[in-house]
């Protein structure tokens, strides 16, 4: 688990500490210039990159499987190149900004090199090299924030981010695939007869993830385009401190929940091994909460310009909190997809959905308005697929994680009140 947790955090806290570095040397504006191409970013790392590493965890045991995520390879990459080229260029051409989008053109090469890692990750982690992608991930975040900072420090321009962005994924796959080649589980996953067809699969998670694309990203795209992009950059901050170690530390969760059930017969089984492994990521997960919005709030004002990012800052503390939920929910997915209840994902993204446009007016009215709605799209989507599917649910990780969040969102409101 831990070095699950590192793998996934490592790209997201880079991220983070990306965006906070944005937010230091340029305005709300700009920041809101590059949520717009991050945007096209994360479509493609949701219906492409997502469904595939979904399936690829499964893929290996098949030659089928594995056809499927070659032909993946050949026409993803291409595609996202395409896409990420028109966002580009739309976003140039309604801002008026073409220097910010010439600055930032390494964004649109990232799906060229993302596909490129889909099997050797996960091959990988079938084999339970954690520790492994743990040291890639932190060889890749590491070396592209030294080659990125100082650009965008230096420029004040969207170089330095789009740079970040480009060389950790770049350098992560070169060396995921050199791991792979070197300890021989190409050759392993070699040879295997013919297993279940897995193009309807992702089919399906592709949709699904389209429309947690959507839902996610509901907000922001309803607030930049009726409030225009400073005030979107304003909210994409407080959505960079507060999601992105959640989404990191929920993803972490989700892989080793994925490995730990994939060879579970019943859902009854799957789900007592999943509350076990829950139990323990929740506790440290509510450690992890409170130490992040303690940094938040006493260390991010001393750092970045109040006037202008005050309203961020504050309203990271309730999306932190988020996190909690979203460990439980991420972790509860793979199960519902092995045995047969994945569609009820689509029920429950629309559920999240419903939630956007509060939230994008009370991000117009108010960003800490808008930050309660976000905690609690995540507590509605999680009782909806505990209503819909409520055997697939881990009962006492259910409890442990609302009484938690219940409990942060009481210490919260008694800290901004004493402050």
């Not at 964004?107 to 492994?132: E, K, Y």
């Not at 839902?215 to 979107?232: E, I, K, N, P, V």
């Not at 047969?340 to 108010?366: E, R, S």
Request: aromatic content about 6%.
């Amino acid at each position: 688990m831990l070095w699950a947790l590192v793998e996934r955090v490592l790209p997201r806290a880079s991220s983070a500490l990306v965006a906070i570095l944005l937010a230091y040397a340029t305005s709300p504006d700009i920041v809101g210039i590059y949520t717009w191409l991050t945007l096209g970013v994360t479509l493609y790392l949701s219906v492409a990159d997502g469904a595939a590493r979904q399936v690829a965890v499964l893929a290996w045991r098949s030659s089928t499987g594995l056809d499927l995520i070659r032909r993946y390879g050949r026409i993803a990459g291409p595609s996202g190149l395409i896409v990420l080229s028109l966002v580009a260029v739309t976003v140039g051409a309604l801002s008026g900004r073409w220097d910010l989008i010439a600055s930032a053109s390494p964004i649109v090469f990232v799906p060229l090199v993302n596909v490129r890692s889909v099997r050797a990750t996960a091959l990988m982690q079938v084999s339970g090299q954690w520790r492994s992608l743990a040291l890639i991930q932190s060889i890749a975040a590491a070396t592209s924030l030294v080659a990125s900072v100082p650009l965008m420090l230096a420029t004040a321009s969207l170089l330095g981010p789009a740079l970040q962005l480009f060389l950790t994924e770049a350098i992560f796959t070169i060396l995921v695939r050199r791991r792979v080649s070197l300890t021989g589980l190409n050759k392993r996953a070699a040879g295997l007869t013919e297993g279940e067809r897995l193009g309807g699969a992702f089919a399906h998670l592709s949709a699904q993830a389209a429309l947690g694309w959507v839902q996610g990203q509901a907000d922001r795209l309803l607030l930049g385009g009726f409030a225009g992009t400073s005030a979107l950059g304003s909210y994409s901050l407080a959505l960079a401190i507060g999601r992105n170690p959640g989404d990191a530390v929920s993803m972490a969760t989700a892989n080793v929940a994925r490995s730990a059930v994939v060879d579970e017969a019943s859902l009854e089984d799957a789900r007592a091994v999943l509350d076990k492994l829950l139990i323990r990521a929740l506790a440290a997960t509510a450690v992890l909460v409170t130490l992040l919005i303690l940094a938040v709030q006493l260390i991010l004002p001393m750092f970045l310009n109040t006037d202008l990012w005050g309203r961020s800052i504050a309203a990271a503390g309730p999306i932190l909190l988020s996190m909690i939920i979203t460990v439980y929910a991420w972790s509860v997915s793979p199960v519902l997809v092995q045995f047969g209840y994945g569609k009820a994902l689509t029920y429950i993204k629309l559920v999240g959905l419903a939630f956007a446009p509060a939230v994008a007016i009370g991000a117009v009215w108010d960003l800490q308005i808008a930050a309660w709605l976000v905690l609690g799209r995540e507590i509605a989507m999680l009782l909806a697929s505990v209503a819909i599917c409520p055997r697939a649910a881990p009962r006492k990780a259910l409890i442990l994680s609302i009484c938690l969040t219940l409990f942060g969102s009481v210490l919260l409101e008694a800290w901004a009140l004493v402050r």
